[in-house]
C-alpha cells in the first residue's frame, strides 16, 4: 500500500489553457458536486483543504480516501457508512496523483486521521454493558497498549458508533469524566479474519490525557459491515478464518 496526501484541486480562474488532464478533472469535480447529494453533503465536501489516499500499487485503486479542512478536522472519508468516494471511484493511477503534487505519509498517520474520525462519530444508543466479544476485544488491546493494570477492575460500558455496522465502539469507564479531549491516540492494534475472510483492523483509541475512549473497527474492501467479531483465539492472527 502506498498513502500520500495532496491539496484539493480547485479550478483557477486566471488560467486561460489549463492541460487536458485538469481539464478532464474539472469535469470530473463538477460532475461529483451535482451528484453529491447521493454520498458527500456539498458543504462538507467544500471544505476540504487536504485529501490523504490510501492506494493499491497491485491493482492500481483507491482504497481509502479522508478529506480534511484547514484546521486539520475530516470533513469526509470513505467508503464509510454507505458513501462509496470520489477518488475510490476515480481510477486514478499513481501518474495522475502526482499531477497533484502528492507527499507520501506514513501508514500510522493515516490510521491515526481515519480512526479518530471514525471515534468521534454519532452516537446512536445509550451505553450498554459490552457483548462477551466485544469485552474480548477491548481486553486484548487493553492488554496489548499495556494499560492493563489501570482498567482492571473498572466497569467499562460502550455504545455502537454511527449505523453501528463497522462494529466500532465507544467506550466509557468509571474512571472517565466528561468528554473526549482531542487530539486521540492509537495505542495498539489487531487485525482478524471476519466470517466472509474479509480483513478487519482494529484500533484502541485514547483521548489526549490517556483515557480510552473506544475500539475503532474497519473492514478492507467496499464491504465495510462486520460480521462478527471472532473469539480471543483469532485475534492478530490473519490466516484463519473464524467458524461461524
Not at 493494570?149 to 466509557?172: N, P, W
Not at 473469539?231 to 492472527?237: A, I, L, M, V, W
Request: proline letters at 3%.
Amino acid at each position: 500500500m502506498k498513502y500520500f496526501k495532496f491539496e484539493s484541486p480547485t479550478k483557477d480562474a486566471k488560467e486561460e489553457n489549463p492541460s487536458i488532464f485538469k481539464r478532464m478533472l474539472y469535469k470530473a469535480l463538477d460532475f461529483m458536486i451535482n451528484a453529491i447529494g447521493d454520498g458527500y453533503e456539498e458543504e462538507k465536501f467544500n471544505l476540504v483543504k487536504t485529501w490523504y489516499i490510501e492506494y493499491e500499487e497491485e491493482t492500481q485503486s483507491t482504497c481509502r480516501e479522508i478529506g480534511v479542512d484547514t484546521n486539520g478536522d475530516v470533513q469526509v472519508k470513505a467508503p464509510f457508512n454507505g458513501i462509496y468516494g470520489y477518488w475510490v471511484d476515480a481510477d486514478l493511477t499513481l501518474e495522475d496523483y502526482r499531477k497533484f503534487g502528492m507527499t507520501s505519509v506514513d501508514f500510522k498517520t493515516f490510521q491515526q486521521i481515519w480512526f479518530s474520525s471514525v471515534i468521534q462519530g454519532e452516537i446512536k444508543e445509550l451505553p450498554r454493558e459490552p457483548t462477551e466479544r466485544e469485552n474480548n476485544l477491548i481486553k486484548y488491546l487493553i492488554a496489548k497498549a499495556g494499560l492493563s493494570q489501570f482498567y482492571s477492575s473498572c466497569m467499562l460500558k460502550v455504545a455502537s458508533i454511527d449505523e453501528g455496522h463497522t462494529g466500532s465502539l465507544r467506550i466509557y469507564n468509571n474512571l472517565q469524566a466528561g468528554s473526549v479531549i482531542l487530539p486521540l491516540t492509537i495505542v495498539a492494534e489487531c487485525r482478524f479474519l471476519d466470517t466472509d475472510g474479509g480483513n478487519v483492523h482494529s484500533a484502541l483509541i485514547t483521548d489526549n490525557i490517556g483515557r480510552i475512549c473506544g475500539v475503532g473497527i474497519y473492514k478492507d474492501g467496499l464491504s465495510e459491515r462486520l460480521n462478527k467479531i471472532p473469539p480471543s483465539e483469532y485475534f492478530d492472527k490473519t490466516d484463519i478464518v473464524q467458524d461461524i
